[in-house]
């Protein structure tokens, strides 16, 4: 780590939090507005968080191919899609994907056709040319050729990286980001940093399940900062699992509404179709508080097409550089509050301070909770069951030897395991429908009439607040009677 720490303040202009794709793009895009960029990356970055472990399958399209990318990313996400993000996004994938050389990010054309299931040739994907590949080399696992690249690129252009320090609070002047509170990995310690933008890019939260295929580090932090600095979340009901080779007669099962656990045995929890509310320009409910990646997808809809999570990082990280980059050079830097510090040290001494369950322990519980009651078959009894455990998980003051800087970061994460949880479970009851790849086995069929619309969660005070806002449309507005049911990246099915 930087010798930051022994500075009595931390400053910078840009405040990136996460060290994967997302945030590695913001990070260098934000620099060349000639901002100054400090990276804060819980792990390592570049060696942590989804993307060095991605199969590293990226969009590829040409701005002929724009419209047919646009119609099959609508298709597959069932149309909850916000088609305005989406509008930039097929837009901008189109350079910042092959952009990516300039940062020395080697990259090979594979056809698309063969990540068709074999008795589905003709679905998603068969028109659009083909994907992007990284290309792997000797002593580099594959995707590692995307990120440690981008991190070479960021540190000789002057981006400052802090890696092994958690981001555990945005701080705000004014209903504005101003900073973050951050703790020290090594020693346990809080300090504050102060910036004039934020960027989260801390990916999604598959980790809170009992059965993931994430790395461990994806606990959903960037939803527990935003939603607790005010900024509100969308469609965090729509999680993503895989892998499940869906057939016809597990597609009939979801719809037959029969708890089964086959069903359950063969997924995992992948990827998050909803998080922080951005607009176009990535930047949240709270001025100068941005988000971009896995943790700010609004565009993706029920489900997605494969590479488009990893291109969606990249063109909206490089969407979040840019302007945190140029908003930074028109604000002035605000004098951050003591207070903010003091709160958050209170806060984490409540949370470590019990004498019962260790934070393992509660790290456990929450991960079964979620497997159990609201992952990929639920029903309204299992999601009420959900938050009123999760909601006691939340309380929970947690045992931590004095001094065990470890212990104190995981319960840290415990905490905020349970209170992401807890939003995806009361966000999950709002749908009463099965749609793409959100699963109730007690409403097995879609439902436009009634469930043609995003979920919306806002804080007031310690209260969560549910709205439900209208599908941003611009080209394709109506939805078809059966929009598609799917599971993982690739197999889609048409409706029965
Ligand atoms: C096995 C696997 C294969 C995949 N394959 C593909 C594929 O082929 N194509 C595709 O498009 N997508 C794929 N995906 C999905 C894709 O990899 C991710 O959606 C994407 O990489 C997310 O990028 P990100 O930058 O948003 O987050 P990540 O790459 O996950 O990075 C998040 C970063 O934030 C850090 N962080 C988290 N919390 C904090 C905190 N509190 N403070 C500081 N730092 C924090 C983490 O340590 C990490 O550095 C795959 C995912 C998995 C798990």
Known sequence: MLGLMNDARVETDVLVIGGGGA???????????????????????????????????ITRSTPQSEGELFRQMVEVGSY??????????????????????????????ADGSHYHLENYPQGP??????????????????????????????????????????????LTVGGAAAGAVALNLADGSLFPISAKCVVIATGGSAR??????????????????????????VNMELMAFNPLKITPEVLRMIRSGAPDEKLMSVGRAHYNLGGILIDVRAESTIKNLYAAGEVADGLLGAARLGGTALAAALVFGAIAGRESGARAAQVRRSEI?????????????????????????????????????????????????????????????????????????????AHLMAYVGELIAVSSLQRRETRGQFWRLDYPRSDNTNFFFNVVLSRQGDKIEIGRRAVVTTRMRIPPDNPLVGCGCFNYLKPL
Request: glycine share 8%.
């Open 80 to 109: 909850l899609n916000n088609q305005e993000l989406l509008e930039v996004f097929v837009r901008e994938v189109v350079s910042v994907i092959p952009g990516l050389k300039e940062f020395g990010v080697p990259m090979t054309v």
């Open 337 to 413: 509050p003591a207070a903010g510090l003091e709160d958050e040290e209170k806060r984490i001494a409540a949370l470590t301070q019990g004498t019962d369950a260790s934070p393992a322990d509660v790290q456990k519980d929450v991960k079964s909770i979620m497997w159990k009651y609201a992952g990929m078959a639920k029903t309204e009894q299992s999601l009420q069951e959900a938050c009123k455990k999760l909601a006691e998980l939340k309380a929970v003051s947690m045992k931590v030897k004095p001094g065990d800087a470890r212990e104190k970061c995981q319960a840290v994460e």
């Open 125 to 170: 994907q068969e028109n659009l040319p083909g994907i992007y590949n990284v290309t792997p080399s000797a002593g580099r696992p594959l995707s590692f050729n995307l990120t440690l690249p981008l991190r070479e690129a960021a540190e000789k252009m002057g981006v400052r990286i802090m890696d092994r320090v958690h981001a555990t609070r945005i």
């Open 208 to 233: 809170i399940y009992e059965r993931s295929d994430n790395p461990v580090d994806l606990t959903g932090d960037g939803f527990h900062l935003a939603f607790e600095a005010g900024a509100d979340l």
């Open 23 to 57: 945030g590695l793009l913001a990070a260098v895009e934000a620099k060349k507005k000639g901002a100054d960029v400090l990276i804060l990356c819980k792990k390592e970055t570049g060696k942590s968080g989804c993307t060095p472990y991605a199969v590293t399958n």
